[in-house]
């Protein structure tokens, strides 16, 4: 199967995160997507509240025999996004192995969803579950905050931010994206690093660094949305990580800047409100053109 994902993120039934950040893009884009929902919740958590209910492991693994059984397991590609408990994890674990029975080629592109900013928001045993799954993933796309959990080291300098890439890829990662990395004291702007071990055209770099100019808008859905460009964007040019970055970022930013015209005011409020965690919804249908490869 050349362009076939099987997408396990969280769905929303108003709003754009997780599953409703990757599915209709990457179908944009050519992509099979068959997916499955890690929670169904009304909106995001950015509301006010929210309702809905949370899949399990052995709920899971249930669906999983189902598609075994009809011999629907071939994919080309494995993306996950917020898995919320250790049990759920620990299924994906034996997912990854018996896709690969199918497809040894299979990549697997994981967002370890567990924080940012110093907070976690999976319960605390997920974290050793991620490091157990390292090994098994050919893309990671971490944020500064989830790829010190990774390494179990924390990352203060660019410096650091490297070495943590560098630990990935000797545990068997291929290509990290450190989606946003906050140097100390810089406030108008932050980084995304980028290193792989894949063999790159002629001259072309392994490690990079992206400086990116910090908007004051607050946005949901982001890193979601960047992790699936990503796959898009590797999985046409895996041979030039700087023209995939550059590319995935590109769209991205400009589907954020469009978001904060539509959102007007909105944009930059900080209280939690429904009606501005509405308003800056990212705006991916109005915007679909930015989501296509330039
Ligand atoms: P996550 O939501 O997983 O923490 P990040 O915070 O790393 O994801 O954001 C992913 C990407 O979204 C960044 O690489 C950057 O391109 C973009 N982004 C997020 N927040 C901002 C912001 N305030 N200003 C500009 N770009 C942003
Ligand atoms: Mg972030
Ligand atoms: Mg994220």
Redesign the pocket.
Known sequence: PRRRVLSIQSHVVHGYVGNRCAVFPLQLLGYEVDFINSVQFSNHTGYPLWKGTVMDGDQLWDIIEGMKANNLLEYSHLLT??IGSASLLQTIERLVALLRQHNPGLIYVC???MG?HGKLYVKPEVVPCYQEIVPLATVM???QF?AEKLVSESIVTEEDAVAACNKLHKRGVATVVM?SFHPEGVEDHLLLIASTRMSQDDGLPSQLRLKIPRSAAYFTG???L??VLLLARLDRQPRNLKAAVESAVASLQAVLQATVKAAGESAFAKERDAQVAKDRELRLIDNQHLLKYA
């Open positions: 996004g917020y967002d370890p969803v940012d796309t971490p944020n989830e989606t982001t890193g979601d960047l992790t």
